[in-house]
T-cell receptor, first 116, second 115 residues
Framework: GENVEQHPSTLSVQEGDSAVIKCTYS??????FPWYKQELGKRPQLIID?????GEKKDQRIAVTLNKTAKHFSLHITETQPEDSAVYFC???????????????FGKGTKLSVKP | KAGVTQTPRYLIKTRGQQVTLSCSPI?????VSWYQQTPGQGLQFLFE???????NKGNFPGRFSGRQFSNSRSEMNVSTLELGDSALYLC??????????????FGPGTRLTVT
């Protein structure tokens, strides 16, 4: 069945260091991979996404890489800051009843702590 | 555009009771998905509605049900509440199709406590 595995479940880094979170997915037909950030007491918010026709996408200090052959994708945060502390979720499309790609199945999340 | 809204924001119920939660999507969005969030379990998918039809369903018991109205607003109902149903219930909306159809925008959630 469909599955999204996310590692690590917790990650602690020193301010200024880089952080990497990895996810694997099971459906080889998946073509959209978003990352969400959820700060304490707030709703998840989309921070970056990548589609299967590219291998990497960057947005300032955040980047996502995709390896379709290995069916894994990663979130990279450089020069981490205390405000990056949050829970990060990866996701991939879920199959609808009719087999088409539908909404999202999420990984279990990574709690990132950035120490000043 | 106004964001996704959910009501009520907080709810306290007793075991055995039932509860109805409401979600209003972003204007123009026709898909509404519901998730249960508990510590350590991440975002567990309940169901998705698109144009008033259930398009997908997660692995939750039949006590959890939902519906969508013609204006795309959605409700979810939990009957015979159990202590384990205490959670943050999030809804998310997305557009009808095209390359942006997977982008989901979350509401603030309804915090349900069952005592």
């Amino acid at each position: 069945g469909e599955n999204v595995e996310q590692h690590p479940s917790t990650l602690s880094v020193q301010e200024g260091d880089s952080a990497v979170i990895k996810c694997t997915y099971s459906d080889s037909a998946s073509n959209y991979f978003p990352w969400y950030k959820q700060e304490l007491g707030k709703r998840p918010q989309l921070i970056i996404d990548i589609r299967s026709n590219v291998g990497e996408k960057k947005d300032q200090r955040i980047a996502v890489t995709l390896n379709k052959t290995a069916k894994h994708f990663s979130l990279h945060i450089t020069e981490t800051q205390p405000e990056d502390s949050a829970v990060y979720f990866c996701a991939a499309p879920r199959r609808n009843y009719g087999g088409s790609q539908g909404n999202l199945i999420f990984g279990k999340g990574t709690k990132l702590s950035v120490k000043p | 555009k106004a964001g996704v809204t959910q009501t009520p924001r907080y709810l306290i119920k007793t075991r055995g009771q039932q509860v109805t939660l409401s979600c209003s999507p972003i204007s123009g969005h026709r898909s509404v998905s519901w998730y249960q969030q508990t510590p350590g379990q991440g975002l567990q998918f309940l169901f998705e509605y698109f144009s008033e039809t259930q398009r997908n369903k997660g692995n939750f018991p039949g006590r959890f049900s939902g519906r969508q109205f013609s204006n795309s607003r959605s409700e979810m109902n939990v009957s015979t509440l159990e202590l384990g149903d205490s959670a943050l219930y999030l809804c998310a909306s997305s557009t009808t199709g095209g390359v942006n159809s997977y982008e989901q925008y979350f509401g603030p959630g309804t915090r349900l406590t069952v005592t």
